[in-house]
């Protein structure tokens, strides 16, 4: 295998020019997954913050934000993808993106339909961002094994007075109760 060349960066592989000075490491790597429509099945439905609904500051209202649930029927692995709207096209990623958390939550099979009113009392199963609120377009919850049971998707904002639509998409690995069109609930008080 021929050496690379002297002003190769040493974590590029040698056959590619590297794009950066050698002494500018790649600053970000992002990665890719692939859900082929053959072995995920896909739900999505829309959302959106208002001005009120902030939740880690005061705690006041964790309610206030709007909720979605959805049903396992069997075990099945599940990713929850909550994504933040693109409203300034050209900016950087975290200066057009608000401070926010996505976590599903267990909930029983009887409430569905109606919101979990005390979200922080209740089993979280997963959250974006190891459970900590940040910067970030895309919030993923990878919830692998998922048992049978009623899930509560709680998309919530650090602080009151943002808003910002978003979608919310569940892919699961085997078919959730309901269709493509009402497998995701939007909870009501």
């Keep these: 295998m021929a050496a690379a060349p002297p002003h190769a960066h040493p974590s590029l592989p040698p056959s590619l020019p590297p794009s950066l000075p050698p002494s500018l490491p790649p600053r970000r790597s992002y990665i890719c997954r692939v859900f082929p429509e053959s ?34 029927e069997a075990a099945c692995d599940v990713f929850v993808n909550l994504k933040q709207s693109d409203h300034l096209e050209g900016v950087a990623e975290r200066l057009d993106c608000i401070c926010a958390l996505c976590e599903v939550l267990e909930c029983s099979t009887d409430k569905v339909g109606k919101k979990c009113r005390f979200p922080h009392r209740v089993q979280t199963v997963g959250a974006s961002n ?31 007075g943002e808003e910002r639509s978003f979608a919310v998409e569940v892919l699961s690995s085997k078919p959730l109760r309901g269709t493509a069109d009402d497998a995701i609930i939007v909870a009501t008080a």
């Design 39 to 72: 072995k995920w099945t896909r739900y999505a439905c829309q959302g959106h913050w208002a001005a009120s609904d902030g939740t880690a500051m005061n705690y006041k209202s964790p309610a206030a934000n709007m909720q979605f649930q959805f049903v396992v």
């Design 130 to 160: 190891g459970g900590v609120f940040g910067y970030r377009r895309d919030l993923i919850v990878e919830i692998p094994n998922c048992q049978p049971g009623a899930y509560t998707i709680w998309p919530q904002i650090y602080k009151d």
